[in-house]
């Protein structure tokens, strides 16, 4: 692999892609492509000392400004819009794919760059799109306070704006593919904080185009924080002005697709606290030395305490998704119009996850009974008797909150192996590529798909898929569809 050739600029473009559009049928999907997911975790960290390059006492050091709402903000309790008009069912989407590029996620990579053309063809031809702005995020947002191996820009990493490849903070410091050869990446879209793409473009450019964008390599920050990447994306940079702007549109269906193969680690950096409730700083847990945290290994700190406990360093998920409150968060986006918020996840889940016998997902089978009183309180969810299958014929896997492998003491029983691998005691992902389960990303699908969001009914706009089965298109194909449904001709 090669530096992208313009991973230095100093500057950002500005603008979405344009495109001379000449009008053909869309081609058929891509060819099946199987891949082997591989895992890894980190563990060997250097604290910073004060003034330090990466300390806290100076939030970004790159040069550019962000937009991060002080701790002591007014509480978010009205709509977060992006200036425009109430939303009006036009059929255009804005499509923001979050990419884990930790360094386990070579062929989970591969996989999104097979698939992800899956997606558009079908919003054109069968649901009559016209438009998809589409922007890439990475899961990279850095370990405030502590420098971290992967983790290149310990403050922020690529701080949730679009396209790192050119744009991140860390990203674009690494070595990345290089697609200037590519003929579908011209300057037009390589360049572009997100892309645009539109019904009358060549059908190649719609399935080929988006991987100029997806490319955005390994080495990134191998403690994840998914779903924070959305909320900077999306609300801390999209207003007016900020580094994201002009990506949401106020008429348009937004759609959010994560690609991971662990769960959300999304810490409490009170520095983007929204207001709501008390924050308590968490980012210690990015420190070896602290002893507040139920394991030594920093990974594990965020899969063995209980969630909302004492241990548990991450954002409540009612920061994201808040169904007592829709002007919060990610529904604040839509204000009034839930319906047009999709949300998919293809991540750590078995590889057939349950299903009630309606065909729809089983997520009390998948994540343990909810409390009949509180069914959206993910907290008081019965973990202890969520998935698990000691008999899978690949080795044991689970879902369930807290659950050590009693034969590897680095990880969790994990939540699906490769399809079709054979089983073995070693705990090398080279041996046997597997994901961790994902019970934070779940529960956000779980309320976009069943919590009483749309005039008192579910809007059955969310899914998950299992990650370990990288030979499959259909997950894709579902979350295109599943837009569909939200896009009003």
Not at 372 to 381: E, K
Request: aromatic fraction near 6%; glycine fraction near 10%.
């Amino acid at each position: 692999m090669t530096p992208h050739p313009r991973g230095e600029r100093a500057r950002d473009p500005v603008g979405s892609v344009t495109m001379t559009p000449t009008r053909r049928r869309l081609s058929s999907p891509l060819a099946l492509v199987s891949s082997a997911l591989l895992a890894g975790c980190y563990v060997n960290v250097v604290p910073l000392a004060s003034g330090d390059a990466g300390a806290t006492d100076a939030p970004f050091t790159d040069g550019n400004t962000y937009d991060a709402p002080s701790p002591d903000a007014a509480p978010v309790d009205a709509p977060v819009v992006d200036g425009g008009p109430a939303p009006t069912g036009a059929a255009s989407v804005d499509l923001l794919v979050v990419i884990d590029n930790s360094n386990s996620m070579t062929h989970g990579q591969e996989y999104l760059t097979n698939y992800l053309g899956n997606v558009l063809p079908p919003l054109f031809a069968r649901y009559g799109v016209r438009d998809v702005h589409l922007g890439v995020v990475s899961t990279d947002l850095g370990t405030p306070g502590t420098a971290t191996p992967s983790c290149a820009n310990t403050d922020g990493g690529d701080h949730g704006v679009l396209n790192p490849r050119l744009r991140g903070v860390a990203t674009r410091t690494r070595p990345l593919v290089d697609v200037s050869r590519d003929a579908f990446c011209t300057p037009d879209v390589t360049d572009a904080p997100f892309m645009t793409v539109r019904d009358t473009d060549d059908a190649m450019f719609v399935v080929n185009a988006p991987r100029c964008q997806t490319q955005i390599g390994l080495g990134g920050c191998g403690l994840e924080q998914q779903l924070e990447a959305v909320y900077r994306a999306l609300i801390t940079h999209s207003a007016a002005g900020g580094r994201n702007a002009g990506f949401l549109r106020a008429d348009a269906t937004l759609a959010v697709l994560v690609l991971t193969d662990e769960d959300d680690g999304s810490v409490r950096d009170c520095r983007y606290h929204d207001g709501v409730g008390a924050c308590a700083d968490a980012a210690d847990v990015y420190e070896p030395a602290a002893t507040r945290w139920a394991s030594a290994d920093l990974n594990l700190r965020f899969y063995r305490g209980a969630a909302g406990g004492p241990q548990d360093p991450t954002w409540p998920l009612e920061r994201y998704v808040d169904p007592a409150r829709p002007t919060r968060g990610l529904l604040g986006l839509k204000p009034g119009h839930p319906e047009r918020i999709v949300f998919g996840a293809i991540t750590g889940v078995p590889l057939a996850v349950p299903q009630r016998a309606d065909g729809r997902t089983d997520w009390d089978a998948l994540l343990g009974p909810a409390n009949a009183d509180r069914p959206d309180d993910f907290y008081a969810r019965d973990g202890a008797r969520a998935y698990a299958n000691p008999r899978d014929p690949s080795g044991p896997t689970s879902m369930r909150a807290i659950e050590p492998d009693p034969m590897c003491s680095t990880r969790t029983v994990p939540a699906c192996r490769l399809r079709g691998s054979a089983p073995t005691l070693s705990c090398a992902a080279s041996d046997q590529p597997f994901a961790w389960r994902a019970r934070r990303i779940a529960e956000i699908a779980r309320r976009f798909d069943e919590s009483a969001l749309c005039a008192g009914a579910p809007c059955r706009n969310g899914m998950v898929a299992s990650i370990c089965d990288t030979g499959d298109a259909s997950p894709f194909s579902a979350f295109a569809d599943m837009i569909g449904r939200r896009v009003t001709r």
